[in-house]
């Protein structure tokens, strides 16, 4: 799977459309990209150790081969079998999972980005992990207690609209404009005047999409 990559062009739009929505509220939104929520890798190891135990069955039922021969068999379409499942190890994670990993990296990041220590706890995190086909919005408290979860929904589901459409830095930009009305008509500039989160878009350093 290729790495995100977003041009110097890309990333200044990006960053532009966080400083424009952020001028019009007292809230703070960080944006953050990356290939994978996780490695996945236990997925390979999984899916050749199955086929290769199954190997045997057929081998024994069909042939007359020693029993040693087919050990050296099963052993090596097992190691033959850990590069090819290896290469579509994210095609055999069922969504399910990959879901619940890339929810548990918007947790950790939201944490990591110190979005849970604004004044006034009105951080807001949009993350996207590419692997995963997954977008989230996650609010702090004092947004999270005025702010159906259906509002960030129907901005995640525009988002991915637009991204089928393949126009990607549009559909950051709408995103995070949306995001930046919802924090706008509820927390309007005002009181500390003080831009305490990065304004840029955050793209994680991650080897996990690698095949």
Not at 155 to 166: E, H, L, M, P, W
Not at 185 to 197: A, K, S, V, Y
Not at 198 to 207: F, K, R
């Amino acid at each position: 799977m290729a790495k995100i990559g977003f041009t110097p062009e890309q990333r200044a739009g990006i960053a532009q459309a966080i400083r424009r929505a952020e001028s019009r509220t007292s809230g703070e939104i960080v944006v953050i990209v990356t290939d994978a929520s996780d490695g996945y890798r236990s997925f390979t190891v999984l899916w050749s150790a199955l086929i290769a135990l199954a190997l045997p069955l057929p081998l024994m039922a069909f042939t007359d081969w020693a029993r040693d021969l087919i050990y050296a068999i099963q052993l090596v379409a097992f190691l033959l079998l850990l590069p090819l499942m290896d290469a579509i190890r994210f095609h055999l994670v069922p969504r399910s999972i990959k879901r619940a990993r890339a929810h548990a990296k918007a947790v950790e990041q939201f944490l990591a980005q110190n979005l849970h220590t604004t004044d006034g706890r009105t951080g807001v995190l949009f993350f996207v992990s590419k692997a995963e086909r997954y977008a989230e919005v996650i609010a702090d408290e004092a947004v999270f207690e005025k702010v159906d979860p259906k509002v960030w929904d129907e901005i995640v589901s525009r988002f991915i609209a637009r991204i089928r459409d393949g126009d990607r830095e549009q559909a950051f930009t709408e995103a995070i404009a949306a995001c930046g009305d919802v924090l706008a008509e509820l927390f309007p500039p005002g009181g500390l005047e003080c831009d305490e989160l990065p304004n840029h878009l955050i793209v994680l350093d991650s080897d996990a999409a690698k095949a």
